[in-house]
C-alpha cells in the first residue's frame, strides 16, 4: 500500500474504507516503531486512524471510490504527517470533542476528536485546490 | 477470535490466542461476539487485554459497552494485561476512573477473589 519514498519518508493513497484506514494506521505505526520506538509510533497510528476514519464516515460519507493521502516526513526526532481529502470542506478542529467528566457519554462519539487534538504537538488545518489538508508534528 | 473461559469463584477470563488491534471492524465483531455470550452464573469478568496491541476510538467504545453491559447487571469487570501504550490512551481519557485496571495476570486476580 505505502511507499517509502526514501528511509525518512512514508507515502500512501489509499481508498475510503475503514479497511484501508486500519491497513495504513498499521503501517505508519510500523514505519515510525522502527526509527523512534512503539510509543510514538502509537501516536502516530492513532491520530492516523482517527482523522481518516472521520473523513470516511462524515467526508465522504463512506462512498468507497474517493481516496485519501497520507504523507509522513521525519525531521530529526520528530515527525510532520500531513493527511489530504477531496471531500467538502471539513475542519476537525473546529467541533468540540468530548467532556472527559462525562464517560458514560463517550460511546456516542467526540473521543477521536479529543484524542487528536491532544496527541499532537502542532496542528493546522487549511482548505487549498479542493482539498482539506491538516498538517500535524508529533 | 475471542473466548470466554469459565473459573472457580463466578469468575471468567475474556481473551483471544493471537494479537490484535481493537479497531473498526474487530470492534463490532467483539460486541456481537459478546453479546452471544451467557453470563448468568458470573459475579467478575476479567478482560485479559494482553494481547490488544493497538486500540482506537471504536475499539475503545466496544469497551465501554461491554463495560457498562457487565456492570448494569451487578457483575464486575477488571481489565488486565494492558499494554503501555494502550494503558497511557485509556488513562489519557480518564478512563482510568470508570475502569478497574489490574497489571497481573487473570489467574492472580481471580486468586484474590
Known amino acids: ?138 | 477470535m475471542f473466548y470466554l473461559e469459565k473459573r472457580d469463584k463466578g469468575a471468567a477470563i475474556i481473551s483471544s490466542e493471537e494479537e490484535f488491534r481493537l479497531t473498526g471492524k474487530i470492534s463490532a465483531e467483539l460486541k456481537e461476539w459478546f453479546k452471544k455470550q451467557r453470563l448468568d452464573s458470573l459475579e467478575t469478568i476479567i478482560f485479559d487485554c494482553q494481547n490488544i496491541i493497538f486500540i482506537d476510538s471504536m475499539g475503545i467504545a466496544s469497551i465501554i459497552s461491554i463495560y457498562k453491559s457487565i456492570t448494569s447487571s451487578g457483575k464486575q469487570m477488571l481489565l488486565s494485561g494492558l499494554r503501555k501504550e494502550v494503558k497511557d490512551i485509556l488513562t489519557l481519557l480518564k478512563l482510568d476512573k470508570l475502569f478497574v485496571m489490574d497489571d497481573r495476570k487473570p489467574e492472580e486476580i481471580i486468586k484474590d477473589l
Open chain 1, 1 to 138: 500500500m505505502g511507499n517509502m519514498t526514501n528511509t525518512e519518508s512514508y507515502r500512501a493513497t489509499i481508498s475510503s474504507t475503514l479497511d484501508a484506514v486500519d491497513d495504513v494506521s498499521a503501517e505508519v505505526y510500523s514505519f515510525i516503531a522502527k526509527r523512534s520506538g512503539n510509543e510514538l509510533a502509537f501516536r502516530a497510528g492513532l491520530l492516523v486512524i482517527e482523522i481518516c476514519t472521520n473523513i470516511v464516515k462524515y467526508g465522504y460519507e463512506k462512498s468507497p471510490d474517493e481516496k485519501i493521502w497520507v504523507s509522513i516526513d521525519k525531521n530529526n526526532s520528530s515527525y510532520t504527517i500531513l493527511i489530504e481529502d477531496e471531500s467538502k470542506p471539513f475542519n476537525p478542529l473546529e467541533y468540540e470533542h468530548i467532556d472527559l467528566d462525562k464517560t458514560d457519554k463517550f460511546e456516542r462519539g467526540g473521543m477521536g476528536i479529543f484524542l487528536i487534538k491532544s496527541l499532537s504537538k502542532d496542528i493546522n488545518y487549511n482548505y487549498s485546490e479542493g482539498k482539506n489538508k491538516l498538517t500535524i508534528t508529533i
